[in-house]
């Protein structure tokens, strides 16, 4: 079936450096991405939409600036957390929709130190 | 807008009992409905959904659940659970829109079942 590849699935990182995460479709092609943020014991929150080719669709209260989001083939989005801090510290979790129903990815653990 | 409701956060049940876990949703307009259970530090997998059709709704690893219109509920249940099926379980709607799956989350429900 459908696969969803998210990488790293753990990062540890010192407060003040950036991180990416690769969320990649890897047997279709995933014309839209979403980016999901959990925190511990609560439900996840979308914090973007992106389409291959286009800017991301932010919620509202997400910074774009902190959290770029890029889409540049229709097997790879990125999210890169820029300036992370120790409030960034989370789950992130992507989903990529294709033709098929959605699928997600197995998340990132992010901690900030 | 749409918004969900998971009324338990926590449901604890003995293995081989049967078990409902309840899902209330709000919209002004037409949703789809959807389970999905995550297991600790992975995932979201999907349990089953509801797009259109027969509101009693067959998945995977013997769950079902029924779509009441009257109530906005999508109640998750299954008549006997095993150990293996403790996880989070989530309930989330998407706006009625062809290819949206912009999906609103509820909370969660963790499912503990005991020995």
């Known amino acids: 079936g459908a696969v969803v590849s998210q990488h790293p699935s753990w990062v540890i990182c010192k407060s003040g450096t950036s991180v990416k995460i690769e969320c990649r479709s890897l047997?279709?092609?995933?014309?839209?991405m979403f980016w999901y943020r959990q925190f511990p014991k609560q439900s996840l929150m979308l914090m973007a939409t992106s389409n291959e080719g286009s800017k991301a669709t932010y919620e509202q209260g997400v910074e774009k600036d902190k959290f770029l989001i890029n889409h540049a083939s229709l097997t790879l989005s990125t999210l890169t957390v820029t300036s992370a801090h120790p409030e960034d510290s989370s789950f992130y979790i992507c989903?990529?929709?294709?033709?098929?129903?959605?699928?997600f990815g197995n998340g990132t653990r992010l901690t900030v130190t | 807008a749409q918004s969900v409701t998971q009324l338990d956060s926590q449901v604890p049940v003995f293995e081989e009992a049967p078990v409902e876990l309840r899902c209330n949703y709000s919209?002004?307009?037409?949703?789809?409905l959807f389970w999905y259970v995550q297991y600790p530090n992975q995932g979201l997998q999907l349990l089953l959904k509801y797009l259109s059709g027969s509101t009693l709704v067959k998945g995977i690893n013997g769950f079902e659940a029924e779509f009441n219109k009257s109530q906005t509920s999508f109640h998750l249940r299954k008549p006997s659970v095993h150990i293996s099926d403790t996880a989070e379980y989530f309930c989330?709607?998407?706006?009625?829109?062809?290819?949206?799956?912009?999906?609103?989350f509820g909370k969660g429900t963790l499912l503990t079942v005991n020995p």
């Open positions: 989903s990529a929709l294709g033709n098929s129903p959605l699928h």
């Open positions: 047997d279709f092609q995933a014309t839209t």
């Open positions: 919209s002004s307009v037409s949703v789809y």
């Open positions: 989330a709607v998407s706006a009625d829109g062809g290819s949206n799956y912009k999906l609103t």
